[in-house]
């Protein structure tokens, strides 16, 4: 016995010590989404509401990325020229259920957790009327899907492992939870990471920063939201509203404005104090978005730690300038901060089927596989301070091209968030939330055509009568695709 004892203590520790353990079967999908980000909520909704049977893994314990675990609570909207949203199907569908442009970001989370629930109940009650013997034609899913109509499944808190490619292909995922170990198999994958993760560590190229400009890997300044309590929410927009400034302005709940605020002088050089993005909370709390923290390598843990502390350790005396000089602050305190840096700009696709450029932003172009719209101002926070803000266009509707998403070296993924194929300064406008929602619910629905149609995503993208189905489908799923209103 005290052998066996000895073996069993010896194998669990092997089983710890090991980066990925005994697997378990492997897990088979047709489409696997990486991230449990706003991208990847919507690509994998999209993708099982197509037939697909979808396995969305989640490198954490939170749906939501930037907008729960950087409780960046204010939405960059692109508009037509009625103020009519460009993004619609399912960001819509998830932005009924918050309180408006600016949000509780448990109201958020909540909102996501509700559009899988639905979906996961929906794929149930599919595989209900398959045993009873109402099914839709067969299609060439899995057996799974096949027998469901579409499925979804989702796995939280999972560290991925190195990816299985072969022949150019990326066919497995080794994932760990814990002791728990296992393999995904699909042959759809869309990385919907905000840093592009999985296609990464799958051989993708990408450039990082402003490399690909020549100006280093350096890239936009991340921010630290924080929290604030005691503001006077009504006087706080009246001043917004009544200051006469044509760069500031209020909402119902959320304020851009306070530039004032920039004339604060911070102890530590690599911050900065900008005007001023201000989203209500509830009652007298609301959350800022306007710390800006320089020299942070978004790709290594250890440097945004040391930035978030640095940012965190500044902050008491970040909130006694802002009482002094910002009407309606008078009483405010710090409520604490999100648990994670808010990062703008890490890594840029760097070989998309086509690449999404400044002139196409700010030309307005079309694109013949577009997947979204967008038309927010092209913002480029400093990368070093002393730098401006800079605004580089103010585009009224440029769009997505699925090409854009597409990697050329990997024909069986694509990539759905703000590290897709778009330049450094591109990426000023097409990196905002509800555009990488538009363009992950088309990468989900291409994922499920080109299955159906047995090609590539590069096929989808370059065939105009499988383009034409794409937007068909989308269109069915609510999406927006008609040129916006007052588009130049």
Known sequence: MRGVRGFSWVLALLLVLA???????????????????????????????????????????HLGGVLVESELNTLDQSVDATGRMLNEGL??????????????????????????????????????MARLGDTAPARPFS??????????????????????????????????????????LARRWIDASEDADLAAAAGVPFTVGWESLGAGRTGQAAGLVFRLSGVDWRTARAHALADENPATGATTHSIWGYPEAAQYK????????????????????????????????????????RGMLAAQAELPRIVSFLREVCPGFE????????????????????????????????QNRAQPDLVAWGSYPVDVQPRFPGEPVRILGTPTGFAIPLRALLPASMPNLAVASRSAGYTPEAHGSARTVPVG?????????????????????????????????????LGAQGVRLHSPRGRM
Do not use: C
């Open 143 to 184: 057996n799974q899907a096949r027998a469901a109509g579409g499925s979804l499944q989702v796995l939280y808190d999972v560290d991925l492992g190195e990816p299985v490619v072969k022949e150019g292909l990326l066919v497995a995922v080794p994932i760990r939870r814990g002791l728990w170990g296992a393999r995904l």
């Open 19 to 61: 980066p990925f353990p005994i697997s378990a079967p492997p897990l088979e999908a047709d489409v696997v989404v990486w991230g449990g980000t706003p991208e990847g909520v919507t690509a994998a909704i999209a993708a099982a509401r197509e037939g697909a049977h979808v396995i969305l893994a989640v490198d954490g314990e």
């Open 437 to 473: 929602m538009a363009a992950a619910q088309g990468a989900g629905v291409a994922a499920a055509i080109s299955l159906r149609a047995g090609v590539s995503f590069h096929a989808i993208a370059q065939d105009p009568s499988l383009v034409a189905e794409l937007h068909r489908r």
């Open 91 to 128: 960001f819509a569908e998830w932005f009924k259920q918050v309180e408006g442009d600016s949000f509780n970001p448990v109201t958020a989370e909540r909102a996501f957790r509700k559009l899988i629930a639905a979906e996961i109940e929906a794929g149930l009650q599919r595989q209900q």
């Open 331 to 362: 009483s405010a305190t710090l409520a604490g901060t999100a648990d994670s840096l808010y990062i703008r700009e890490s890594r840029h696709l760097a070989n998309p089927l086509y690449q999404l450029t400044l002139d196409d932003v700010n």
């Open 266 to 305: 911070p102890i530590n050089q690599n911050l900065r104090l900008r005007a001023l993005n201000v989203g209500l909370v509830d009652g007298d709390q609301v959350l800022i978005n306007g710390l800006l923290v320089f020299g942070v390598d978004p790709l290594e843990r250890s440097s945004r730690m």
